[in-house]
């Protein structure tokens, strides 16, 4: 896309959104030409500003004749215009004392939360750090229930024993539930449940193509028991702090937006499933607006990074705020402190 827009276009888009992101104002034509440093007349950004429109980069409130930023517009600027902004040697240090790992994993979440909150003025989000004692898949059943059900039953490590209802295309025998269970015991009993969530179950669609279709049957009720983030009695598996600074922006302060978005706060399992799709991708991951594909959060943007041990990722970390965050300084604050966690952890173990 940036290759579609000329470098002064692409400059003006860059001020625009800054001035945006500071002041949280439509942005004028002849405030633009005055703040963006080039040598060009109000109507010359006017003619640059409908094109950016044309390509859905800014949009014209009703209310005001300035711009501002859309969600692809900010896209772009994050992609491709961004200057972040270094952390401090003292908010360095700060984080570092506040990285202690003597208590539990918890309490390590709630403290780099409530970091991430103090530091952006917005909500700090922190998943507890898995335990070293994982939860392994010893056995898998299913048996047929009415109205295209069947009841999955999973045995955990040892003696461990949870139910799923899981919706299917069809009514299925117990010979053919026999079958699908025989299959996904042979390829993920002893697995860890993460890696089974996570990585087996990706693998084997990606070479599903020469199997029997029972088998491809089989692999999507696997997708269903195992889409659950986590165990659903779990209420903690995440901790968020500074949730009530977000009714401090204006564009966040309706009270029906506050309302659904505390709900989901509260639910946790619809948020916990967005930061589960976080763990399979590599450094700072950015959600703007409606890329989360989760209603409530279509006014926010959501920046997190993983943190791990010895590569293995043990959890995400990150901060929600509106779309309108300053995203230069929240970038390298939620990066470095993943790094700082993964140190952290890494030297406790």
């Known amino acids: 896309m940036a290759e579609e827009i000329g470098e002064r ?44 429109e044309e390509l859905g980069m800014v949009s014209s409130p009703h209310t005001s004749a300035g711009r501002i930023p859309t969600n692809k517009g900010y896209r772009m600027f994050v992609d491709s215009l961004l200057t972040v902004k270094p952390l401090t ?20 979440a709630a403290s780099v939360s409530d970091y991430l909150a103090g530091m952006t003025e917005m909500a700090g989000m922190v998943m507890i750090p898995r335990t070293a004692k994982r939860s392994s898949l010893r056995h898998i059943e299913f048996m047929p229930l009415s109205d295209h059900r069947i009841l999955a039953i999973l045995v955990i490590n040892e003696k461990d024993v949870q139910n799923t209802v899981i919706r299917v295309d069809r009514q299925y025998t117990t010979a053919e539930l026999q079958q ?18 996570h990585r087996i179950l990706k693998e084997l669609r990606e070479t599903k193509d020469g199997m029997e279709q029972m088998m491809h049957q089989a692999i999507s009720m696997a997708e269903q028991v195992f889409e659950q983030p986590a165990s659903k009695s779990n209420a903690d598996d995440f901790i968020l702090s500074g949730q009530t600074r977000l009714m401090g922006f204006e564009e966040l302060s309706n ?40 209603g409530v959060l279509d006014e926010c943007s959501m920046v997190t990074s993983s943190y791990q041990v010895d590569g293995e990722v043990l959890g995400i970390l990150g901060v929600i705020g509106p779309t309108r965050m300053a995203y230069e300084r929240v970038i390298p604050i939620v990066d470095v402190t993943a790094k700082m966690v993964s140190a952290a952890l890494a030297q406790s173990k």
Do not use: W
């Not at 699908?180 to 969530?197: I, M, P, Q």
């Open 9 to 52: 276009a692409q400059h003006l888009l860059k001020v625009l959104v800054e001035s945006y992101i500071r002041n949280g104002q439509p942005v004028g034509s002849r405030l633009l030409a005055r703040d963006s440093g080039l040598d060009v007349s109000a109507a010359t950004v006017r003619n640059a500003m409908a094109d950016l």
């Open 180 to 197: 699908a269970a025989n299959f996904l015991n042979s390829e993920l009993a002893g697995r860890e449940l993460f890696d089974v969530r």
């Open 89 to 108: 040697d003292r908010e360095i240090m700060t984080l570092n004392g506040q990285l202690g790992v003597d208590g539990s994993n918890q309490e390590l």
């Open 255 to 294: 009270m029906e937006k506050l309302r659904g978005l505390f709900e989901a706060f509260n639910e946790k399992q619809e948020i916990l499933q967005l930061l589960d799709r976080c763990l399979d991708g590599d450094g700072v991951q950015i959600f703007i607006g409606d890329e989360s594909g989760y």
